[in-house]
Nanobody, 121 residues
Framework: QVQLVESGGGLVQAGGSLTLSCAASGSIFSIRTRNWYRQAPGKQRELVASITSGGSTNYADSVKGRFTISRDYAKNTVNLQMNSLKPEDTAVYYC???????????????WGQGTQVTVSV
């Protein structure tokens, strides 16, 4: 069973920085994409950043130039460096990996439990 665990959330003042990390455990055969989503109160969950197995990255317009997604193969983690944080970045942040557990299993999305990021004015 694959498990994803996020860490690094917290309370920060506007203009500050945080780094989120998502660590995977369990049996993973291959990974297609590693993603970060967020969900603010009363809003739909939205894709914030993604990185493919080939290293291509994609960002939501609202975070371009401020957030950076990266992989750490040695630790089997994906990180989200968040700079110049704004109050509107306040949300629960979730990691999501699209992966296969075996060569014959379908691609599936796995989610972490989420980590709260709160940006104060």
């Amino acid at each position: 069973q694959v498990q994803l665990v996020e860490s690094g959330g917290g309370l920060v003042q506007a203009g500050g920085s945080l780094t989120l990390s998502c660590a995977a455990s369990g049996s993973i055969f291959s990974i297609r994409t590693r993603n970060w989503y967020r969900q603010a109160p009363g809003k739909q969950r939205e894709l914030v950043a993604s990185i493919t197995s080939g290293g291509s990255t994609n960002y939501a317009d609202s975070v371009k130039g401020r957030f950076t997604i990266s992989r750490d193969y040695a630790k089997n983690t994906v990180n989200l460096q968040m700079n110049s944080l704004k109050p509107e970045d306040t949300a629960v942040y979730y990691c999501n990996w699209q992966l296969r557990t075996t060569n014959w299993s379908p691609w599936q999305g796995y989610w972490g439990q989420g980590t709260q990021v709160t940006v104060s004015v």
